[in-house]
């Protein structure tokens, strides 16, 4: 072989391998990567929440105050369990660009939880949620996901409970105050005790105050106020499908205020939810019936010179409940009855709201009205004015009433994700 051909040989070998090595050693071009939207912006609407501290430990959102402006509304309502803690369902609901793109998380929390444990367990959940809608924003690159092994223990539901959903509850408290004029002592105790299944609902309680006040008139006068109580309660429902239940009521009190030496009221009733009871937390509007008889023994002579009677009575209430993301609504109204004279009765209607109008206006509204023809108990001797002034007894009226109502309205950034908590407190300081 000549020498000629000998490196045309070499060349058309040795080329195509050093290109290839060359392509090896280059790094591979990047991909493009998708077009990533802003943070979300989040209305969180909680009313259990401890917001501070979720700005704080969630921070890959932006936070606003209005609705309006939020690419994600998360709607937040508990109830009540049958256990004493708070069940949560945390709705969240897309808004703009995120319209119709919704989703419903819940949990439980027990009752020894406190508010520390109550607030993580709602940002583990919140964090979840927000998760899902942050994958195409510009933070997704930096979020990733973690898992705890669970401990292998068998859960809540499959372990034996030794109280068999019993729970109990007693409170006690006691005060005492007071100035060179007056003094003043009161005294609480109560107890409850619940237990809640599926079918069956049963609460029982017991109360008792007592109130002591003494105010010191001139050199050579006091007057003396006393007010006293006590009350026992218990109530049982049983289940008659997803809209439909039936109670008994049964109750014993005794209180110096309206004359009542002793009350014992035994009535069964039943209940229609036009909603089904699962979507209470966000909608419900409920109908009660309810039949009975109460037992009176007085403390004094009353204005219908009774001492005892036995009064038997009918009643009807009608609520409203409303949880929406424009806001909350609440209505409620009664008639009670007493069977034997029906111009003995009590009318009660009222109503709470807090509406979202538009971006940045907001309208709350707080009323209540009674009708009040049925108070049989009033003390025939006439009130004394330390009486009248110290509300020691109870007095003669025809009605009731209270009204409240109030506008907001809100305006600048719509963003707060800082927390700054530099004196939060007073530090000492007196503000006027």
């Known amino acids: 072989m000549k020498h000629r051909d000998l490196v045309t040989l070499l060349i058309a070998v040795l080329i195509p391998s050093l290109s290839a090595a060359a392509y090896a050693q280059s790094p591979p071009p990047a991909l493009e990567a998708p077009a990533a939207t802003e943070a979300l912006k989040v209305f969180l609407d909680c009313a259990e929440c401890d917001l501070e501290y979720q700005r704080q430990s969630v921070t890959f959102v932006d936070y606003v105050r209005d609705r309006a402006v939020a690419d994600l509304h998360v709607l937040v309502t508990t109830q009540s369990t049958g256990s004493g803690g708070i069940s949560w369902t945390v709705r969240f609901i897309g808004l703009g660009r995120l319209q119709n793109q919704d989703r419903t998380f819940a949990f439980a929390t027990p009752q020894r939880a406190t508010s520390d444990e109550r607030r993580r367990a709602f940002g583990r959940v919140f964090r979840i949620g927000l998760a899902g809608y942050d994958a195409d924003t510009a933070i997704g690159p930096q979020l990733d996901v973690t898992w705890r092994r669970p401990a292998g223990q068998a859960s809540a539901t499959a372990r034996e409970d030794p109280w068999n959903s019993w729970v109990f509850r007693v409170n006690a408290n006691g005060s005492l105050g007071g100035e060179e004029s007056s003094t003043s002592r009161s005294y609480r105790l109560s107890f409850s005790s619940s237990r809640a299944t599926e079918n069956w609902k049963i609460n029982l309680a017991a109360n008792?105050?007592?109130?002591?006040?003494?105010?010191?008139?001139?050199?050579?006068?006091?007057?003396?106020?006393?007010?006293?109580?006590?009350?026992?309660?218990?109530?049982?429902?049983?289940?008659?499908?997803?809209?439909?239940?039936?109670?008994?009521?049964?109750?014993?009190?005794?209180?110096?205020?309206?004359?009542?030496?002793?009350?014992?009221?035994?009535?069964?009733?039943?209940?229609?939810?036009?909603?089904?009871?699962?979507?209470?937390?966000?909608?419900?509007?409920?109908?009660?019936?309810?039949?009975?008889?109460?037992?009176?023994?007085?403390?004094?002579?009353?204005?219908?010179?009774?001492?005892?009677?036995t009064v038997r009575t009918h009643g009807v209430n009608v609520s409203l409940g409303l949880r929406q993301p424009w806001g909350s609504v609440s209505a409620y109204s009664s008639v009670s009855q007493h069977l034997k004279h029906t111009d003995r009765y009590r009318a009660s209607v009222s109503g709470s709201a807090e509406v979202s109008l538009f971006e940045g206006f907001s309208f709350n509204m707080v009323a209540r009205y009674d009708r009040i023809k049925d108070q049989i108990s009033l003390r025939k001797s006439s009130a004394s004015t330390e009486e009248i002034l110290l509300r020691l007894r109870q007095l003669a009226t025809d009605y009731s009433y209270s009204f409240s109502v109030g506008i907001s309205y809100s305006f600048g950034s719509i963003f707060n994700t800082l927390v700054n908590p530099r004196f939060g407190g007073s530090g000492g300081l007196i503000i006027f």
Request: aromatic share 12%.
């Open 208 to 309: 008792g105050t007592a109130d002591k006040r003494t105010f010191k008139i001139g050199d050579d006068r006091t007057v003396d106020s006393r007010r006293d109580g006590w009350s026992l309660g218990s109530l049982v429902v049983k289940s008659l499908g997803g809209q439909t239940s039936a109670a008994f009521r049964a109750s014993m009190a005794r209180s110096s205020f309206s004359n009542t030496d002793r009350a014992t009221t035994l009535a069964p009733g039943l209940e229609y939810d036009f909603f089904p009871y699962s979507e209470s937390h966000r909608r419900s509007l409920v109908v009660q019936y309810t039949l009975g008889a109460t037992s009176y023994e007085y403390r004094e002579v009353t204005i219908f010179d009774k001492l005892r009677e």
